[in-house]
């Protein structure tokens, strides 16, 4: 039997964060490091989630990695840079950068 890697520890995966005071406030990005070391990022780092946490004082309280999910998983890093962009395109994630910034486009390009 084969053992399951903890939440945590997981790598190359589209991950979802969701408010904790409202819940249609939500991003989503990709990490190919373990998802732990994503979030700290976010804790520590200028991000969209960064300036969420700013605002917000239960999410900035209580931020863990519980105060994320795992929508998707990839084989490397390109695979999960596809996935990220579709979920963004179809879910409309209200925390992500991207799709505040006016006059951006993203082109995705499938061989």
Known sequence: ???????PLLANIVYKFKCLRDADNTYIGKTKRHLVTRVKEHDTTPTAINKHLLMCESCKTNF???NFSIIDFGKNDFEITIKEALHIKYKKPNINK????QGASFI???F
């Open 1 to 7: 039997m084969k053992c399951r890697t903890p939440f």
């Open 64 to 66: 863990s990695c519980d």
């Open 98 to 101: 991207q799709l505040a910034t």
């Open 108 to 110: 995705l390009n499938i």
